[in-house]
């Protein structure tokens, strides 16, 4: 199957986003093409974010609203029920991608189907403040390892749409299952999946991100084995789908 032949959808949720949101969409817009879709689910911002992405005028562009429980996760999980590509890309709201992500993701995808890459951070004004986002956070590529500890960003994956189809819905309880931490398990124990060194975007830090990458854990000893236990479970029943 030749990958760039295949329709795309890139998933976005964004909240209260302006600031960043239009230069993030014109560098994903420039790697796609005319019949691929960019899937926008807002949270109901209350900022310009709406109007900085209806500047662009292009029809690949589809906004949906997040009616469901508010918060990050299920403001992807409704951007990706829209998702008629058969290549789903998420991206987060104030990021930038780097030029040849697209394509690099999909020849990887020739022969798996699920991806996740590496990336720069980056401040708010651009500046690099890292070079290796899986460096500094010491990632473990294991299954096991990822149920213990969970290192990867959403904003990193790319995968075909049948892992889509396996991990949706998700679990009802986001509190102990964040979108990027039940996708990455799904892709890495029912698909075939590559972790890529490849640096794919530049991965903005600042003081209104929506989650705290992964670089600060506030919770307790048993919220930690809560949310492994609900996982796992998880993970078991959807084995049958």
Excluded at 33 to 59: A, C
Excluded at 69 to 98: P, R, V
Aim: overall charge positive.
């Amino acid at each position: 199957m030749i990958l760039n032949m295949k329709k795309i959808s890139v998933c976005i949720a964004t909240y209260n986003g302006e600031k960043f949101i239009y230069n993030q969409l014109e560098s994903i817009l420039l790697q796609l093409n005319i019949d691929d879709e960019v899937i926008i689910s807002d949270d109901f911002s209350s900022d310009n974010t709406i109007f900085e992405i209806t500047r662009f005028r292009d029809s690949r562009i589809k906004i949906v609203y997040n009616n469901g429980k508010k918060g990050y996760t299920s403001n992807f999980e409704n951007a990706l029920k829209y998702a008629s590509g058969d290549i789903i890309f998420l991206s987060d709201q104030d990021d930038l991608w780097l030029p040849n992500k697209v394509d690099k993701c999909l020849e990887i995808l020739e022969n798996n189907d699920f991806v996740v890459t590496d990336c720069k951070l980056i401040d708010e004004n651009n500046h690099v403040i890292g070079n290796s986002y899986y460096k500094i956070r010491k990632n473990n590529k294991s299954l096991i390892g990822n149920l213990f500890k969970f290192g990867y960003l959403g904003c990193c994956f790319a995968f075909r749409k049948e892992v889509l189809l396996k991990a949706l819905p998700f679990p009802s309880k986001f509190k102990y299952c964040t979108h990027d931490n039940w996708l990455m398990l799904i892709g890495m124990l029912y698909f075939r999946h590559y972790i890529s060194d490849a640096k794919m975007i530049l991965y903005r830090r600042h003081d209104n991100n929506a989650s705290d990458g992964g670089f600060e854990s506030k919770t307790t000893f048993n919220f930690k084995v809560k949310y492994r236990l609900y996982l796992l479970k998880n993970l078991i029943i959807r084995y049958n789908k």
